[in-house]
């Protein structure tokens, strides 16, 4: 293979939160940030911060249903789930359809459901499976391995009426020529047709489509397995998530699996991938910024939501027994973004006090081997908003990878849990002044937990008004007299200065 070819990588349609207008940007040279209409303003990282004093945030985590005991799904006994595809909704169907992967076959499986809440399947041999077109012919005499699947995502396309359905397929031990991701389509979801291109090769050392990086005085390869997509539908494009590797980069066993983002304006193109000029989220392999020696990145997800950009973080590790993750498992961190290019941790404490970890992994075989104690993989698109709160997919083994062949990565199914909504973060202590705000509104509402004082200050930080938030609500409207915001700030730009008070909680703020 001559070059490396990747095709733009794609999400969903169905929105994960009311509709996104556009991120909070900065402009330049005025240190004003722009605030959409509509659009929920996250403490996920400081873009909007400018001052702050004794602040505290903290990361909550998605709550299992049945505290992670007892998968919704279950898998069949000596088998796993693999949420290695994409919940979407069908517009013609109207229904929810949900995409996953059985382990030991690798065959792609579905669900249904009117309210993403009652599924049409409880067990693993109820799910239907997807007639997908992999005959490549001959498979090649380098071609080594169980040959098969590995990462499938998607997207609903509802502009298409004759194939609504696009995604990319990995096809694993298929030789260098072939293997890789590959663009495949649907009409109804069920019957899924190759259109005979290659999306994007299989790069490794010693192939000459790789893909070398050295950063941070580190050599990594790409692209390679495990590369998904996510769509923008607000945008209508696709951020294309790459993984990049290097099997020898620090011991035996550990691939130093990293993560690379570029921007894609379709998915069923050729991609160069020399436009891959670095990797985002390269893992320590050491005791440093978060991470331990065994840690590494092997998957992520990136999903739109409301002013920023998240993701779910895949941390995979061969050893190391931490007290929420046992060895060979993997557990998930959050990531966040502004542009989809540029993604930090996000470093806070969560619920139990342990930074960083957003999803964590049950008692490794716990429940009879039901539990989420092992593999963690997410679906693609990320939360689903179903009414006031947020519904989490994921899959979890009951067994990690250091076990023996009849328990490695076994047991387990499909999991939910819920949060809410703008729920990520929290900021539960202190005093923070934004930055100067270009308001597109005249009202603010903000999602919190009182009790907290809401100062309204204009663009030199001086204040103009309070008020005082008490009671739990998505959606306090907050008054400052008899004034909407135009008023107190006729040239649209304004600061809010929040302080909270336990056991109060910041979430979001909103202008309309």
């Not at 733009?8 to 240190?31: F, H, K, N, Q, Y």
């Not at 590494?296 to 027994?321: I, M, N, P, Q």
């Not at 199914?413 to 729920?423: T, W």
């Amino acid at each position: 293979m001559s070059t490396t070819r990747v095709v733009a990588a794609v999400g969903w349609v169905l929105s994960i939160a009311p509709p996104v207008g556009a991120d909070s940007t900065t402009l330049a040279g005025e240190g004003v940030v722009s605030v959409k209409s509509g659009i929920a303003q996250l403490f996920v990282d400081d873009l909007l911060i400018d001052s702050q004093l004794d602040l505290r945030r903290t990361l909550h985590q998605p709550v299992k249903e049945n505290g992670g005991r007892t998968p919704l799904i279950v898998a069949n006994k000596g088998d796993a789930l693999l949420a290695y595809g994409t919940i979407v909704f069908d517009s013609r169907l109207k229904q929810y359809v949900m995409l996953v992967q059985d382990f030991n076959s690798r065959r792609m499986l579905r669900a249904t459901s009117s309210d993403a809440l009652s599924w049409s399947a409880r067990t693993h041999d109820e799910l239907t499976p997807l007639k997908l077109d992999l005959d490549l012919g001959p498979l090649p005499k380098d071609a080594k391995g169980k040959f098969g699947i590995d990462v499938f995502s998607c997207f609903y396309d509802v502009k298409d009426e004759k194939h609504p359905y696009k995604g990319w397929v990995w096809i694993a031990n298929a030789g260098h020529e072939w293997e890789g991701i590959w663009y495949v389509r649907s009409a109804d979801g069920l019957v899924w047709e190759r259109p005979g291109q290659i999306c994007s090769g299989f790069a490794q050392p010693g192939d000459t489509s790789c893909r070398t990086i050295i950063q941070e005085g580190r050599m990594v390869y790409g692209p390679g397995d495990v590369t998904l997509f996510c769509h923008d539908p607000i945008e209508n494009r696709f951020l294309g998530i790459f993984k990049f590797f290097n099997p020898h980069d620090v011991s035996p066993g550990y691939g130093s699996r990293a993560r690379a983002y570029v921007w894609l304006d379709r998915m069923d193109e050729p991609f160069d991938s020399r436009r891959i000029t670095h990797v985002e989220l390269m893992p320590a392999m050491a005791e440093r910024n978060g991470d331990t020696p065994y840690d590494e990145y092997y998957a992520s997800t990136a999903w739109r939501y409301e002013s920023v950009y998240l993701g779910g973080l895949k941390v995979f590790h061969g050893k190391g027994d931490y007290p929420f993750s046992a060895a060979g498992c993997a557990f998930l961190k959050l990531v966040v973004s502004r542009d989809g290019l540029h993604w930090r941790k996000v470093p806070f404490a969560n619920d139990g006090g342990i930074p960083e970890v957003w999803l964590a992994n049950g008692v490794e075989g716990g429940n009879e081997a039901l539990n989420d104690g092992g593999y963690i993989s997410e679906f693609s698109q990320g939360p689903l908003r179903i009414g006031d709160e947020l519904v989490y997919y994921f899959s979890a083994s009951s067994w990690g990878k250091n076990q023996p062949r009849d328990r490695l990565v076994r047991g387990g199914g499909i999991f939910r849990a819920r949060l809410r909504v703008d729920g990520f973060v929290s900021v539960d202590w202190g005093t923070l002044t934004t930055r100067p705000l270009r308001i597109e509104g005249e009202r603010l509402y903000v999602n919190s937990i009182g009790p907290m004082t809401v100062q309204l200050l204009d663009r030199l930080g001086n204040p103009l008004a309070a008020t005082v938030l008490n009671g739990d609500s998505l959606r306090h409207e907050v008054q400052f007299g008899d004034h909407g915001l135009r008023q107190w700030a006729p040239d649209g730009v304004l600061r809010l200065r929040f302080t909270v008070e336990p056991p109060g909680r910041l979430y979001s703020f909103t202008v309309r």
